[in-house]
């Protein structure tokens, strides 16, 4: 038979959380001052892009790290969904014998009735013998009994007073009767085994029902506990859709990604030079075109999100050509 008292295996996950909060340091922002600092630093362009890559390193990393934590919170929430299911197969089992407590409990005293009413039986037909051999030992001459008589009558006035006392609504004060001393022994035995059963199922069932009502609790409060941990992935499930979005998965893409922060650096040197050029002769043009003018606002606001290789990648085929 299965031990429901002893709870599935389970690790400890308490930490989960606060190593989320401690460690998910991912800063988009020290990323595009990295690439600003990539576009506008051209004395030192070869440390400039050692710090891009670096960043992007830096955030490959936390996004690995980030999965691992949302894989652990997924197994947290698989052990307390078992948990919960093991709890209500518990909840179940006591409830089952809660009800077949409750349906012995009224059998009991049926049962209780009927031995009592047995035995009172069994009391009024032993009577007329019983005392039918107690007046044959009476010698008459001498006034004396013989010592099964007396014994036998010595006992009638206390089987008299005990049997009045538990079954006075049958029995009138005023008669007599004798029993065996084995059977009123056997009867009182009885009767206190009855009351220590009746006291122990009482206990029983006060203890079931404190244990399932403990039982409801903690499946409440495993339900809210759930609930909240359903939230969390959610939420986290929202942020790593955020991150691989952020950050392809692909080499190639990455790499499409590279070349074009080295086409568009080189390009920013070019025209530098070009530009200084025309200062001094006096004509100036400008610099980008619209789309690289556009990628550069977005870094120095700190909103850059390199997300999009191919279109960056057609405009600056476009402005190569």
Known sequence: MQNLDVAPTQESYDDGESEWNSNNSIDLFDLASAAGRLAGNLNNKPGALDDFFN??????????????????????????NNQLMHERTKCAVYQKKLRFIQDNQKNFEKLKEVYLAMKQQECKSSTLDVCEQACQTVDYGTGQFESKAVATMSTFSCDKECLTKYHGNVLQSDSMIAIRRSELTDAHENLQLLKDMIKTREFTWSVNVQREESMKEQIRLLEEEKRSLDTVVRMKDVELKAMKNMKSQNPIEQQDNVNNMKRIIGKLSQRLRDLEKLERSGRLQRILDDREEEVVKEIECGDFVPQRPQVLKTQMGRTGA
């Open 55 to 80: 960043k992007l390193k830096g955030l490959e990393h936390e996004w690995y790290e980030a999965e691992k934590r949302f894989n652990k919170l997924r197994m947290e929430n698989d052990v307390l």
